[in-house]
């Protein structure tokens, strides 16, 4: 595997941009979410600047923009340590909630709990509020009682075959099917919630079915994440997302997409798991 | 005395609050039928083709291409030019039934490179799934995206660039577009004929929400419902000016579109380049009256077209092919007709 990881980190510093970022796709404008997953999978730190550069107040905010951005939880996965820089953007994140909504009876969800947005003002969703959990209890804010909020937003948004979609498992009275990279994330966000066992489990259980059945790049990097925080090794998963790689080095020419591949990976191979929360 | 007093100025403020309510509603009353006679009047003539297709297996291609011919202008536009082709792709499941079908998509791409485009691109952002790969896969235009060695830009992860909104009705200022969008030559929008359990209907207009970008905006692009549907179609499409649209409504839904509704097998193709146009003919293909879809009467203050009167049908008539879409109940009022419609028709 070592082989094939360093054919995608010489991707990934080949297409890292003048500026330090990284754009989805090489060539374009500078993007927070690529550059935080290269950060992560190894690539040059000086993506680190970048991101430092891109902090309007106290949130991640995208070129030409002032306003807070979602990938504010992955930068301080990303950056790491506890310098002053990640504190204040963890205490942005601990005041940073999505707005509060009466439900009407089509929608089985309770809108009065917060958990993260993707933008100021709206409704909270499965992935950022995900992320933001991730963040959280890998700064030491595990008891806090925004995590603990969180923490039961994702156990509402729960859908009826046991895993997560963006964050709605009913409209009109129908149930809505859950995806496979938005349960990875929801399932990395609970694993250390004890009471969230049974739930986990069957989540665990939809994913190794949906995974398998329609395997993409983004949904087995991510299985492959979740199945390791839990001590499940899945190599023919691993061995499939090996197979999907490109000649370039890359997962379909994506920058966010190939360090996610790198590292679920690096995960596969007993190195480290970037979203395994400690013990 | 004082008392006595008191009750005649009360009598009197009445009399005089309900004569100034009367004038009010008067007025109010006046300036809507105005309003009405005036935008009926005012809308510029539009051109809308309808074809028949009873299945994806028909002569697409070359309905389209005998479409376009409809339209020197868009054909000028489209030589030597760079077209981007936005098709609805929304979900993997149930694919065939809620997306573009990949035949429609495929025909108007050959379509459009026989008219000379030095490029055709096809670009969308779906809405609720990051995973893009599985919705190309699944739905089948992934197969033929690779047949047709055809590029694909996935308008959530496109660089993007901010673009001042002229009519603003949403109060966002600007929005974020993908550069894929903003450089193109001629946008068009490919959607399905579907019913939509927030909009009414899901056309051409509705189609190009796709083209917000997700890695602003998140999955789903949620600010353009807290900041309104109907003023979020209209500030985008400003923005944006497509300039042409394809509905493949050979196969539609009803009921609780644009996922969980029924399929209609409606049979038609329709296009034009006045999107309101066609997004008012292909309503009235599915028995909605346009005028009652707040979107299209808030386009007549930009140029755009809905009156029947006003629109040049090419091929089929509405009536040959009009079928009766089943809408859920909140939007009942769709299948009647305004109540100033009968009334201003006959000014």
Same mark, same amino acid.
């Given at each position: 595997?070592?082989?094939?990881?360093?054919?995608?980190?010489?991707?990934?510093i080949?297409?890292?941009?003048?500026?330090?970022?990284? $754009?989805?796709?090489?060539?374009?404008?500078?993007?927070?979410?690529?550059? *935080?997953?290269?950060?992560?999978?190894?690539?040059?730190?000086?993506?680190?600047?970048? &991101?430092?550069?891109?902090?309007?107040?106290?949130?991640?905010?995208?070129?030409?923009?002032?306003?807070?951005?979602?990938?504010?939880?992955?930068?301080?996965?990303?950056?790491?340590?506890?310098?002053?820089?990640?504190?204040?953007?963890?205490?942005?994140?601990?005041? =940073?909630?999505?707005?509060?909504?009466?439900?009407?009876?089509?929608?089985?969800?309770?809108?009065? &709990?917060?958990?993260?947005?993707?933008?100021?003002? =709206?409704f $909270?969703?499965?992935?950022?509020? $995900?992320?933001?959990?991730?963040?959280?209890?890998?700064?030491?804010?595990?008891?806090?009682?925004?995590?603990?909020?969180?923490?039961?937003?994702?156990?509402?948004?729960?859908?009826?075959?046991?895993?997560?979609?963006?964050?709605?498992?009913?409209?009109?009275?129908?149930?809505l099917?859950?995806?496979?990279p938005?349960t990875?994330?929801?399932?990395?966000?609970?694993?250390?919630?004890?009471?969230?066992?049974?739930?986990?489990?069957?989540?665990?259980?939809?994913m190794?079915?949906e995974?398998?059945?329609?395997?993409?790049?983004?949904?087995?990097?991510l299985?492959?994440? *979740?199945?390791?925080?839990?001590?499940?090794?899945?190599?023919?998963?691993?061995?499939?997302?090996?197979?999907?790689?490109?000649?370039?080095?890359?997962?379909?020419?994506?920058?966010?997409?190939?360090?996610?591949?790198?590292?679920?990976?690096?995960?596969?191979?007993?190195?480290?798991?970037?979203?395994?929360?400690?013990? | 005395?004082?008392?006595?007093?008191?009750?005649?100025?009360?009598?009197?403020?009445?009399?005089?609050?309900?004569?100034?309510? $009367?004038?009010?509603?008067?007025?109010?009353?006046?300036?809507?039928?105005?309003?009405?006679?005036?935008?009926?009047?005012?809308?510029?003539?539009?051109?809308?083709?309808?074809?028949k297709?009873?299945?994806?297996?028909?002569?697409?291609?070359?309905?389209?291409?005998e479409?376009?011919?409809?339209?020197?202008?868009?054909?000028?536009?489209?030589?030597?030019?760079?077209?981007?082709?936005?098709?609805?792709?929304?979900?993997?499941?149930?694919?065939?039934?809620?997306?573009?079908?990949?035949?429609?998509?495929?025909?108007?791409?050959?379509?459009?490179?026989?008219?000379g485009?030095?490029?055709?691109?096809?670009?969308?952002?779906?809405?609720?799934?990051?995973?893009?790969?599985?919705?190309?896969?699944?739905?089948?235009?992934?197969?033929?995206?690779?047949?047709?060695?055809?590029?694909?830009?996935?308008?959530?992860?496109?660089?993007?660039?901010?673009?001042?909104?002229?009519?603003?009705?949403?109060?966002?200022?600007?929005?974020?577009?993908?550069?894929?969008?903003?450089?193109?030559?001629?946008?068009?929008?490919?959607?399905?004929?579907?019913?939509?359990?927030?909009?009414?209907?899901?056309?051409?207009?509705?189609?190009?929400?796709?083209?917000?970008?997700?890695?602003?905006?998140?999955?789903?692009?949620?600010v &353009?419902?807290?900041?309104?549907?109907?003023?979020s179609?209209?500030?985008?499409?400003?923005?944006?000016?497509?300039?042409?649209?394809?509905?493949?409504?050979?196969?539609?839904?009803?009921?609780?579109g644009?996922? !969980?509704?029924?399929?209609?097998?409606?049979?038609?193709?329709?296009?034009?380049?006045?999107?309101?146009?066609?997004?008012?003919?292909?309503?009235?293909?599915?028995?909605?009256?346009?005028?009652?879809?707040?979107?299209?009467?808030?386009?007549?203050?930009?140029?755009?077209?809905?009156?029947?009167?006003?629109?040049r049908?090419?091929?089929?008539?509405?009536?040959?092919?009009?079928?009766?879409?089943?809408?859920?109940?909140?939007?009942?009022?769709l299948?009647?007709?305004?109540?100033? !419609?009968?009334?201003?028709?006959?000014?």
């Open positions: 595997m070592d082989e094939r990881e360093n054919a995608a980190r010489k991707f990934l080949g297409a890292q941009n003048a500026d330090g970022g990284w $754009s989805y796709v090489p060539g374009g404008t500078s993007s927070p979410e690529s550059t *935080c997953y290269a950060l992560m999978a190894g690539a040059p730190t000086e993506g680190a600047c970048w &991101l430092m550069a891109h902090v309007h107040g106290d949130a991640i905010a995208l070129d030409g923009d002032n306003e807070p951005h979602w990938t504010t939880s992955l930068a301080v996965i990303a950056l790491g340590g506890n310098n002053g820089l990640q504190r204040r953007l963890v205490k942005w994140l601990l005041t =940073c909630e999505g707005r509060k909504v009466a439900m009407g009876a089509e929608v089985a969800m309770d809108g009065n &709990l917060r958990g993260w947005p993707w933008a100021t003002g =709206c $909270s969703w499965v992935e950022p509020t $995900s992320y933001a959990l991730l963040a959280l209890k890998l700064h030491g804010q595990k008891n806090h009682p925004r995590v603990a909020e969180g923490e039961r937003l994702l156990l509402d948004r729960v859908c009826a075959d046991g895993g997560w979609n963006y964050g709605n498992p009913k409209v009109m009275g129908a149930a099917p859950s995806f496979v938005t990875a994330l929801a399932v990395l966000a609970l694993q250390d919630v004890a009471p969230a066992r049974d739930v986990v489990t069957r989540a665990l259980q939809f190794n079915i995974v398998r059945k329609r395997p993409s790049d983004l949904s087995l990097a299985a492959i994440l *979740c199945f390791n925080a839990f001590g499940m090794a899945k190599a023919e998963l691993v061995e499939a997302l090996a197979r999907r790689q490109r000649t370039d080095g890359s997962w379909q020419g994506q920058v966010h997409l190939t360090a996610l591949a790198v590292l679920a990976l690096e995960a596969s191979g007993e190195a480290r798991n970037v979203f395994r929360l400690p013990k | 005395m004082s008392s006595d007093c008191q009750n005649n100025k009360y009598r009197f403020s009445r009399r005089k609050f309900l004569r100034l309510a $009367s004038l009010a509603a008067g007025g109010v009353g006046v300036g809507m039928v105005a309003e009405h006679w005036l935008l009926r009047n005012r809308q510029p003539a539009a051109g809308v083709t309808i074809y297709a009873e299945s994806y297996g028909a002569a697409l291609e070359r309905l389209i291409r479409g376009l011919q409809n339209y020197p202008r868009v054909l000028e536009r489209v030589r030597g030019g760079r077209v981007l082709l936005k098709p609805n792709l929304i979900e993997y499941y149930d694919a065939w039934r809620v997306n573009t079908h990949p035949s429609v998509v495929m025909a108007a791409m050959d379509a459009f490179r026989a008219a485009a030095r490029e055709v691109i096809v670009a969308e952002g779906p809405g609720h799934q990051r995973d893009t790969e599985l919705l190309l896969e699944e739905s089948g235009l992934g197969e033929v995206l690779r047949s047709e060695k055809a590029k694909f830009v996935d308008l959530n992860l496109d660089s993007i660039h901010p673009v001042t909104l002229t009519t603003n009705y949403t109060r966002l200022g600007r929005m974020f577009f993908p550069a894929a969008v903003l450089g193109a030559d001629l946008i068009v929008s490919l959607p399905k004929l579907k019913t939509h359990h927030w909009a009414g209907a899901t056309l051409s207009l509705k189609n190009m929400f796709g083209t917000v970008p997700g890695v602003k905006y998140g999955w789903p692009k949620n &353009l419902h807290w900041h309104g549907i109907h003023e179609i209209v500030d985008i499409n400003m923005a944006l000016k497509p300039g042409f649209a394809i509905v493949d409504g050979i196969e539609g839904m009803e009921g609780d644009p996922l !969980r509704g029924e399929t209609v097998q409606s049979g038609v193709i329709i296009m034009g380049d006045d999107l309101t146009a066609v997004d008012a003919t292909a309503a009235r293909v599915m028995g909605l009256y346009p005028e009652r879809i707040a979107y299209l009467t808030m386009m007549l203050a930009h140029g755009g077209t809905v009156n029947e009167g006003r629109i049908q090419f091929g089929e008539t509405v009536l040959n092919v009009r079928r009766d879409f089943r809408v859920i109940d909140r939007f009942s009022f299948k009647q007709p305004s109540p100033w !419609r009968d009334f201003v028709r006959g000014l």
